[in-house]
């Protein structure tokens, strides 16, 4: 049988080793991927099944890791390059945003850049600073990128080949808190959905809740307890940011007339405000309320000791499902 | 502010004093005045045939150059980056690389991008607006010209990397073996992306040639603002050699790039190649050189001209005639003429080009917003989209 119960970090491992085998010009780059196999080891036992010269450590260079996966992507390699944590992606921007993500348009086509930038994001796992970042809107706001991100050990395994397989650059993002989380039954011979679709989780029909990575744990238990008060809450885990799969959304909001968004990164200019928007213009006259968003305050990450307050709650995501109802 | 020497060894002890005419270690084998001159090193035998190449080559790619500059003061080009004075740097560089050599270039190498044979007329497209430069980089192994300083250095490491992965450095096959050319300018040699990428190709012994055209000017700052030390001295640094060559010189050029291609090849990894030259004109046709540097500095450049010099020993040396030299004016005098022609016949991309190739597969949304667009301009009364 081909089900097995794994982790995020375990389904990432063996989606990776797969694509590995499937396609020799997969390579994947970046600091301690090899022996270490990961800070988080993700890359766990590929160097050793697939040598150095597919499981490339690399001097401590953002943008050179970046920059030279470029140079790999454009002699036909397909690169898979780990960046250490979010807050540590910024010294490769240039490279992301100018070259990655220009490549394609500058050339006419001519010159693709099938690369997976993996980036573990997000909070709540007690660290230092520049450790616990969502960067997702500084990329989805970047054409010529496109931005996933996995919720769950089955999600991780499928999309992570899915987004190798692309032939467009994908910012590949992993929330680092439910690596080592939960397990789920995977089957590794199931046909996944494709890559740039969203999906309902949990039907439910007084608000929609649009949560995307590390928040769709926290809104499924928001759902649960709202049930508990009698409330329906649907709950959709966008998975795809950019391009954004807005049918599943534009359909449930017209049957709630409601919704809520929550994500870990600021509320100013995030992700929220660009389904507001949306939701807004296509769905004017089915809303009962105006699209509420529940995130990150516009603070840089605080310290630790009090992360669990900055990042939205089961509590905060409730309070914001009460003021949409009682709107 | 002076190098303090009362901590480590004096810098001046260990690199030598700065040398404005390029000093002691510039690698040189045909002087200013048309002397051939040797060197124990990099000396090599040059046929006619050869030598009056190089000549053809550098005679015309001064025309593109002073051909496109005139488009733009006729406003036919939005913005020309002129290389008046690196003609020699860049035949030498874009002579010695083989068919199968692979050149990352900024947006300055014309005479690298003759020497690949793509069509000029194509640069022209860049500057004139119509596309961002879109010759197919794999057809003549030229890359597109990049426009962030220094992006494409790492692009070039990478790009070695994967040469070595295809099992093509290294065979001791000259059809098969390849390398890397990355140019830059001594502006670029301060970005961190020029510093990551040497860090790169040494880690990894990558076959890339880093070419550094040191035309002393990044715009209006002098190449004392980038450096305290020669920049080939930087080489060593980082564990792979550097070399200072006349970058005037079109025979020193061309024989020290083919030494440093052939080790990278071999697979005995990266060289620094420092061009020693001048940017005789503006840093593009928007800028104001004379705000900023001296007219007898540009006069002493003069007398180091890398056309004249091999003209002169060509003559002296009985290589050419006039006819040979009217030849190629005439040469030269076509090939103005079609890039005229060509770059005012080049036809404007149409509003709705915009949206294509953002993505090897395009987005639903981005779909729609091209179709919401196209439904606009027809509403309007006459449209003919």
């Known amino acids: ?267 100013n200019l995030g992700l929220g405000a660009e389904l507001s928007a949306r939701i807004t213009e296509q769905c004017f006259y089915s809303l009962e309320a105006p699209v509420l968003r529940v995130g990150g305050f516009d603070t840089p990450y605080p310290a630790s000791r009090i992360e669990e307050d900055f990042l939205p709650d089961l509590d905060r995501v409730l309070d914001a499902v009460d003021r949409s109802m009682e709107f | 502010m002076s190098p303090d020497s009362t901590f480590g060894p004096d810098l001046v002890e260990v690199f030598g004093p700065s040398q404005s005419d390029g000093g002691p270690e510039l690698v040189q084998l045909l002087t200013p005045e048309g002397e051939r001159v040797h060197h124990p090193e990099f000396d090599m035998d040059f046929s006619a045939e050869q030598l009056r190449g190089f000549y053809r080559d550098m005679v015309l790619t001064r025309r593109i150059d002073t051909e496109a500059t005139a488009l733009q003061r006729h406003g036919e080009l939005g913005i020309w980056a002129q290389l008046l004075g690196q003609e020699a740097a860049q035949i030498g560089a874009g002579r010695a690389l083989r068919t199968q050599d692979h050149v990352f270039p900024t947006y300055r190498e014309h005479g690298v991008a003759w020497c690949k044979g793509v069509d000029p007329l194509k640069l022209l497209g860049l500057f004139r607006g119509v596309d961002h430069g879109a010759w197919d980089p794999e057809e003549n192994h030229f890359g597109l010209y990049t426009i962030v300083i220094g992006a494409q250095t790492l692009h070039a490491t990478g790009y070695a990397m994967g040469m070595q992965r295809d099992g093509v450095v290294g065979t001791g096959d000259p059809e098969r073996d390849a390398a890397v050319i990355a140019h830059f300018g001594d502006g670029a040699s301060s970005q961190g992306d020029v510093n990551e990428a040497f860090i790169f190709a040494a880690s990894y012994n990558a076959p890339v040639v880093f070419f550094c055209q040191n035309n002393q000017w990044a715009i209006s700052e002098p190449i ?118 060509g770059c005012k016949a080049m036809p404007d991309p149409q509003p709705l080009d915009m949206f294509d190739h953002v993505y090897a597969e395009m987005t639903d949304e981005l779909a729609a917003q091209r179709d919401g667009f196209a439904a606009y301009l027809e509403s309007f009364e006459g449209a003919d989209r």
């Open chain 1, 1 to 267: 049988m081909s089900t097995q119960k794994v982790t995020l970090a375990k389904s990432l491992n063996m989606g990776l080793r797969r694509a590995m085998e499937d396609d020799p010009k997969v390579l994947l780059m970046g600091e301690d991927v090899g022996k270490l196999g990961g800070v988080f080891r993700i890359t766990d036992g590929l160097q050793k099944d697939f040598g150095e010269d597919r499981v490339i450590d690399s001097p401590l260079a953002e943008s050179g890791i970046v920059g030279t996966a470029v140079g790999m992507a454009l002699r036909g390699y397909r690169p898979v390059v780990e960046i250490q944590f979010d807050g540590f992606v910024y010294p490769a921007y240039d490279q992301i945003v100018c070259q990655v993500a220009k490549m394609s348009y500058r050339s006419k086509g001519r010159s693709r850049m099938p690369m997976v930038i993996r980036i573990p994001y997000g909070g709540g796992i007690g660290a230092v600073e520049h450790h616990s970042e969502s960067p997702e809107a500084q990329f989805a706001h970047t054409p010529g990128l496109k931005v996933v991100t996995c919720s769950n050990p089955v999600d991780g395994y499928w999309m992570i080949q899915q987004a190798i397989a692309c032939d467009d650059p994908v910012i590949f993002l992993e929330p680092k808190r439910q690596y080592h989380a939960d397990k789920a039954d995977l089957d590794t011979t199931a046909t996944p959905a494709p890559l740039f679709t969203s999906r309902v989780v949990r039907r439910g029909t007084d608000v929609t809740l649009l949560a995307y990575g590390p928040m769709v744990k926290t809104a499924m238990k928001a759902a649960e307890a709202a049930a508990t008060e009698g409330r329906s809450l649907e709950v959709i885990d966008l998975r795809t940011l950019s391009p954004l799969d807005m049918a599943p959304v534009l359909e449930s909001v017209r049957r709630t007339g409601r919704a809520v968004v929550a994500h870990e990164a600021h509320v």
């Open chain 2, 224 to 341: 004392e603002r980038q450096t305290r030390i020669p920049l080939y001295q930087r080489a060593l640094g980082f564990g792979f050699p550097g070399v200072r060559v006349d970058g005037n010189d079109v025979l020193a050029t061309y024989a020290v790039t083919q030494a440093a291609l052939q080790r990278a090849r071999d697979g005995q990894g990266p060289t620094f190649v420092e061009a020693y030259t001048y940017r005789m004109g503006a840093h593009t046709t928007t800028d104001d050189p004379t705000r900023y540097r001296l007219s007898d500095d540009v006069e002493s450049w003069k007398l180091k001209d890398p056309i004249a010099r091999v003209e002169v020993y060509l003559r002296r040396n009985g290589l050419v005639d006039d006819a040979f030299i009217a030849g190629v004016k005439d040469e030269a005098d076509d090939l103005g003429a079609r890039l005229r022609e």
